[in-house]
C-alpha cells in the first residue's frame, strides 16, 4: 500500500502546484512543508531575532511554538501558527523569503519540524513537498519525485505569483533571491537539497502543470 508520495527540489520549481493537482487527482493530502519552516521563519522575526547571528534564540524559543496543519473541509489541510490561521502575506512575505533558509539550516529547527512532518501521514495518504521530504522524512516512500526547472522559468514564474505580495519585484531581482536560497539550501550542513537516490526526476521547464501532474499520476497508479 502506498502512503506517501514525496515531492522535492528547488525554489519555484512548480513542486507545490504539481504536487497540490496530484494530491487532488489521489484523492490526498497535501502537505506544503516549506510553509512550515516561512511559519516559523516569520515568528522568528517578529520576535526580532536575527537568524543569521542569533541561531541559538531560535532554538529557544522553539518550545514554545506550536506550527501545525489541522483538517479543513474535506481534504483541505490549514496551517496553524500558534493557533491563528497562517496568512498568505505573513508567509509568503518578501522578508521572510529572504530569511526562511538561514532558519531552516538550524538543526533543531530541522529536527522540531520533520517530526511534526512525520505525524500528518497519520491523517492518510499524502503527497509532501519540500527539500528533504525523500531523503529525511520519508524515506521509504515508494513514489518519490524531483522536480526543477531552468532557473529563468522558475524566476518568471515566482514573478507572477509574487505580483500578489510584492510590489517593484523585477525578474532580475526574483532570480537573486532563489538562487541564493538554493545555493544555501543545496550547502547546508543538514539534509541539504538533494534528489534521493531513488527518485524520479520531473524537468517541469517545458511542460504545463497539467502534464506535469497526469506524467505522476500515471506513474503511482501503474
Ligand atoms: O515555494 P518555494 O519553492 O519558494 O520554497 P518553499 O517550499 O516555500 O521553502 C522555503 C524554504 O524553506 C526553502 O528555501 C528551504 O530553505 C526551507 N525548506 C527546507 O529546508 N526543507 C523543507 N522540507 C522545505 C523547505
Same mark, same amino acid.
Given at each position: 500500500e502506498i502512503a506517501q508520495i514525496t515531492l522535492d527540489g528547488p525554489a519555484?520549481?512548480?513542486?507545490?502546484?504539481?504536487?497540490? #493537482?496530484l494530491a487532488k487527482e489521489l484523492n490526498a493530502y497535501f502537505v506544503n512543508t #516549506? *510553509?512550515?519552516?516561512?511559519? =516559523?521563519?516569520?515568528?522568528?522575526?517578529?520576535? #526580532?531575532? *536575527?537568524?543569521?547571528?542569533?541561531p541559538e534564540e531560535i532554538e529557544k524559543i522553539l518550545p514554545e511554538q506550536d506550527i501545525r496543519y489541522v483538517s479543513g473541509e474535506g481534504l483541505e489541510l490549514l496551517l496553524q501558527i500558534n493557533g491563528q490561521l497562517a496568512q498568505a502575506s505573513q508567509v509568503r512575505s518578501p522578508e521572510v523569503a529572504?530569511?526562511?533558509?538561514l532558519v531552516a539550516k538550524v538543526p533543531a529547527v530541522r529536527q522540531w519540524l520533520v517530526k511534526r512532518q512525520r505525524q500528518s501521514a497519520e491523517l492518510g495518504l499524502i503527497v509532501m513537498e519540500g527539500r528533504d521530504i525523500g531523503t529525511v522524512v520519508f524515506p521509504e516512500a515508494k513514489f518519490k519525485f524531483y522536480v /526543477?526547472?531552468?532557473?529563468?522559468?522558475?524566476?518568471?514564474?515566482?514573478?507572477?505569483q509574487e505580483g500578489e505580495v510584492s510590489e517593484g519585484a523585477t525578474v532580475e531581482k526574483v532570480a537573486a533571491?532563489?538562487?541564493?536560497?538554493?545555493?544555501?539550501?543545496?550547502?547546508?550542513?543538514?539534509? @541539504? =537539497?538533494? @534528489?534521493?537516490? %531513488?527518485?524520479?526526476?520531473?524537468?517541469? /521547464? %517545458?511542460? @504545463?502543470?497539467?502534464?506535469v501532474i497526469s506524467l505522476m499520476a500515471t506513474i503511482v497508479r501503474k
Open positions: 519555484a520549481s512548480g513542486k507545490s502546484s504539481a504536487a497540490q #493537482g #516549506g *510553509d512550515m519552516y516561512r511559519a =516559523l521563519t516569520s515568528v522568528v522575526l517578529s520576535k #526580532g531575532i *536575527d537568524p543569521e547571528t542569533q529572504a530569511k526562511v533558509s /526543477s526547472a531552468s532557473p529563468l522559468v522558475r524566476a518568471q514564474r515566482r514573478l507572477v533571491e532563489i538562487a541564493k536560497r538554493d545555493e544555501m539550501d543545496m550547502n547546508r550542513a543538514v539534509s @541539504p =537539497l538533494k @534528489p534521493a537516490e %531513488d527518485a524520479i526526476k520531473v524537468d517541469t /521547464s %517545458d511542460l @504545463p502543470l497539467e502534464e
